[in-house]
């Protein structure tokens, strides 16, 4: 198993950039694919970003591809997302999650979730 903490979030003008964290517990974390969500107030949850477990494969929404970044620091058991030139309808609460085998959009293929962190882009 692994547990999940995200970090980073806040209030950000438009345009601005903002870095969020996911630490994770566990000493296999290396095994596990990771994922960026968000949900709005609202609306569904929606993927973001996810990258494969070893970092060789990344994949973004298409609302945020050339802005959003996701990294991971096996090392450090921690997952980042850059985000640059935010804009207003990033405002949402971000959700960091991780899978042995999931690597894809859909929420439901990841079993462990971290809590969230709020991110509002204000104008």
């Avoid at 609306?43 to 298409?62: H, I, L, Q």
Wanted: net charge positive; charged share 15%.
């Amino acid at each position: 198993q692994v547990q999940l903490v995200e970090s980073g979030g806040g209030l950000v003008q438009t345009g601005g950039s903002l870095r969020l964290s996911c630490a994770a517990s566990g000493r296999t974390f290396q095994v596990y694919n990771v994922a960026w969500f968000r949900q709005a107030a609202g609306k569904d949850r929606e993927f973001v970003a996810s990258m494969s477990r070893g970092g060789t494969n990344t994949y973004y929404a298409n609302s945020v591809k050339g802005r959003f970044t996701i990294s991971r620091d096996n090392a450090k058991r921690t997952v980042y997302l850059q985000m640059n030139s935010l804009q207003a309808e990033d405002t949402a609460v971000y959700y960091c999650a991780a899978d042995l085998a999931a690597v894809t959009s859909n929420p439901r293929e990841y079993d462990y979730w971290g809590q969230g962190t709020q991110v509002t882009v204000s104008s």
